[in-house]
């Protein structure tokens, strides 16, 4: 049988995963390295996210301008982001042009300039970032709940970093960390769509062949020790009052990964979600409710966020609570449990379908797992998920000895009423 995906691996360590599209009209190519925000440390925190910022301003062959408008111009789109874990640089373009999206998007992240001007304006930039996303209730209600998680470690640091590490941050420190960082045995190249992978692999090795094999980059292991409830208050005059409630949760490859995934869409993954129909259609004590996992490679997080009248927080907590105790006291009902089910299925399916998609998972999976699984895998596995593993997971997420909330708003006067909900069940 024909493989799903296409590996190999070049010998100085670097990575390459390809799925063939022929149906597209698309190409998505993308370069992954394995660093971000908890490879950092208090005093250079924001690097990886600065340094992604800067390689779009310039390498030794592709001025700014030109970068852009060599994509844009042939209809493509161009992008970035800086995680936790990685950093990756992407491309979605008309197929033929696989050999101009390579070009410029290994030139940013061999070659960079790094231009002490460019520093200068950015650096500006990235710290009005900061301010916005503070003056954002319901971003940074997210950032205080990260620090209660894994308080005093970069994990629960905000990857954008601080005003104080950002100020550090110059020219010799950021062509540091590429050079440290960037290296083969760390890299990861994925594309999906209608592409030639035996001339994707041989384009690949002519560019990055020469790069040296070095280390695998490393991270400071999370922390867990939690002994009791964890509470954070941001009063601000606000019209509503934004809620992050958080436990840790399971890492990235645990055997019940998918039951952890079943149990977030019972919860709060949809407008069928246990959830919002509780508060938002029963009671309408909420606009905004749902959940969130994230994952990564040693540690995980579960998460309940709301958007809830200021009048009544002390209800919408206590409600949500409740709903999460009858999820580690009985088991979900079998039509709830295949609905969950399908919808996990449907939504991984439907995603796939996207080059730009397609490329993220298998290169994500890549650079994190050393494996890129097919949908007929994740299928199959979820298939052999049963009721008895979401009760489990849930059991084991929903102490009080793991619970952590943040929240935003004007709530001097109820603070205490908040503090008296939370209790789990």
Known sequence: M???????????????????????????????????????NSENKGTAHFLEHLLFKGTKNYSCRRIKE????????????TSEELTCYL?????????????ILSDMVIRPTLPKVEIKKEKTVILEELKMYRDLPQSYVYELLDELLWPSQPLGAPIIGTVDSLLKINRDRLASFQEGYYTATNMVISAAGNIDEGKLKK?????????????????????????GIRIKVFHKDTEQTHMALGFRGLKRDHPLRHALGLLHVILGANMSSRLFNELREKRGLTYEIGTMVK?????GAFLVHAGIDNRKVPAAIALILKELAKTKSALVSEGEFNRAKEFYIGQLKLGLEDTME??????????TLEKAYSSAEIIAEVNQVKRNDILEVARHLFKESNLNLSLIGPLKRIEGAIRKQLILN
């Open 203 to 227: 384009e690949v090795t002519k560019i990055f062949s020469a790069l040296p094999k070095k280390a695998e980059n490393i991270f400071l292991k999370a922390q867990e020790k939690q002994e």
């Open 2 to 40: 024909k493989p799903v995906y296409h590996k190999s691996i070049l010998d100085n360590g670097l990575r390459i995963v390809s799925h063939c599209m022929p149906e597209r009209q698309s190409l998505s190519l993308g370069i992954f390295i394995k660093v971000g925000g908890r490879y950092e």
């Open 70 to 81: 060599s994509i844009e111009g042939v209809g493509g789109s161009l992008n970035g982001f």
């Open 295 to 299: 994952r990564f490679y040693d540690t």
């Open 91 to 103: 491309v979605k373009i008309p197929s033929l042009y696989m050999d101009k999206a390579l070009n």
């Open 358 to 367: 397609h490329m993220l998972w298998i290169g994500e999976t890549t650079a």
